[in-house]
């Protein structure tokens, strides 16, 4: 049961940071993923740089529209991250019971840290394609959850599954990076003072968080990028330009038009603001997630405590 309540600690603090970090970040993660979607056509595009999808907000006073999809985001970020939170905890202290171990390797994490991931994007991911189309939706034009993700066929809802799995090495890599970054200097500091180290500070887990994930992004952006594509809404023309387009959302059809228009730097269209989005976002997330871990452990002990004294009344009775 321990192992089960810390678990859930774990899943509840990780989710609750997810969910203030993606609200928080929400505008640029729009403006991100709209100009990560545009592909360069012929050598023409719509928008140079990040700040031409904000300025197109503004200039057709849309900017409440930079929030589209926030529900739907932040409900897929909320459960991905308990999900991936609670298996992520679950899989290491399982892994620690059956092997004896004391501690875990570094290829131990980042393949329990994939496992954690998969179940998670399986899951998640028609929540997942549903936000990528409402973001990349003209402004002012997106669709409520539930259209979004009745509009095409069952499989519709699954496009880009495939990169999904493909990057669960992405937070794989970060959260291994940061768990080891981490515990060398939780170590540091308990040979340096008296007391035991227990958390690390607000400023640190920032640091430890901005620099794991950069990690993370560098190496698997080219998947991201084909992901982003991949997922975007159509616009609404006619049906056979667009049953045109759909066929062309395979991977390999992806990679080759990518590859066409915009060369091999075309894979890496839009790293800096990924790279900054998603640092941010996940800096906020770890550092927030540490800051509130002992008072959710606090919270679930006591709630545990209320309902075992709570069914002892009832029996006596």
């Known amino acids: 049961m321990g192992a089960d309540l810390e678990s859930l600690s774990e899943a509840t603090s990780g989710a609750i940071g997810s ?4 609200t928080i970040l929400y505008p640029l993660d729009t403006c991100k993923t709209k100009y990560q979607a545009e592909a360069r056509d012929h050598g023409q595009q719509k928008y140079r740089n990040l700040t031409d999808v904000l300025w197109e907000a503004i200039s057709t006073r849309q900017v409440l529209s930079l929030y589209q999809g926030l529900g739907t985001k932040n409900l897929q970020s909320f459960i991905s991250q308990f999900i991936y939170f609670y298996g992520y905890s679950y899989f290491k202290r399982l892994y620690l019971e059956k092997s004896g ?6 290829k131990v994490n980042l393949f329990i840290a994939a496992a954690a991931g998969a179940c998670t994007a399986v899951i998640t991911q028609p929540l997942d394609t549903a936000s990528s189309r409402m973001q990349t939706s ?4 997106s ?5 979004t993700l009745t509009e095409g066929s069952y499989s519709d809802a699954f496009d880009g599954l495939g990169i999904s799995l493909l990057l669960t090495s992405n937070p794989a890599i ?10 060398r200097l939780l170590k540091t500091n308990q040979n340096n003072t008296e007391k035991t180290a227990v958390t690390l500070s607000a400023f640190t887990a920032f640091v430890l968080g901005a620099l794991s994930k950069s990690i993370a992004t560098i190496l698997t952006y080219p998947a991201i990028r084909c992901k982003v594509v991949i997922q975007a809404a159509d616009s609404d023309d006619d049906e056979a330009k667009k049953a045109q387009r759909k ?15 915009e060369g091999i730097l075309g894979f890496f269209k839009g790293l800096h603001a990924q790279i ?5 976002s996940s800096a906020f997330l770890l550092m927030i997630k540490e800051k509130i871990a002992a008072t959710t452990w606090v919270l679930i002990l006591a709630s545990r405590r209320y309902l075992f004294l709570t069914r002892g009344k009832l029996k006596g009775a």
């Open 138 to 141: 003209a402004f002012g034009k």
């Open 247 to 261: 066929s062309r959302k395979t991977l390999s059809a992806v990679i080759h038009a990518i590859w066409k228009k």
């Open 276 to 280: 900054l989005k998603t640092v941010l």
């Open 143 to 147: 669709k409520g959850l539930w259209e």
């Open 174 to 183: 970060q959260y291994t990076v940061f768990d080891q970054l981490k515990l």
């Open 101 to 106: 171990s004391k501690k875990i390797g570094t």
């Open 19 to 22: 969910l203030l970090s993606t």
